[in-house]
């Protein structure tokens, strides 16, 4: 499995930019596409971004909206997320995960999950 630290995260004020990231160690890095999921108070996890295995792909979630960016560095077994315009409701803890597309469900974390701690973003307004 590959283990992760997210890291970068803060508070902002709404219209402002972070930039998380993400180390990955264990298994081979550029094995998986890696993608950022988050988490707000009371909601479910959801798909927010998704970088294919050289970062010549990436996807995102519908209220991304063009305000994110997500891309890695395979040298360094990092992933990162730019978020810019961000808004209150960007408000969650941000994860990072293997991620793959399922024709049922949609992106999701491949399973088993094997989460990191995350790393909170707040976005005041």
């Known amino acids: 499995q590959v283990q992760l630290v997210e890291s970068g995260g803060g508070s902002v004020q709404a219209g402002g930019s972070l930039r998380p990231s993400c180390l990955a160690s264990?298994?081979?890095?550029?094995?998986?596409?890696m993608g950022w999921f988050r988490q707000a108070p009371g909601k479910e996890r959801e798909f927010v971004a998704a970088?294919?295995?050289?970062?010549?792909?990436?996807y995102y979630a519908d209220f991304v909206k063009g305000r994110f960016a997500i891309s890695r560095d395979n040298a360094k077994n990092t992933v990162y997320l730019q978020m810019n315009s961000l808004e209150p409701e960007d408000t969650a803890v941000y994860y990072c995960?293997?991620?793959?597309?399922?024709?049922?469900?949609?992106?999701?974390?491949?399973?088993?999950?094997?989460w990191g701690q995350g790393t909170q973003v707040t976005v005041s307004s």
């Open positions: 264990g298994r081979t890095f550029s094995d998986y596409t």
């Open positions: 970088v294919s295995l050289i970062g010549t792909s990436t």
């Open positions: 995960a293997p991620t793959v597309l399922r024709m049922t469900t949609g992106w999701g974390p491949v399973e088993p999950a094997n």
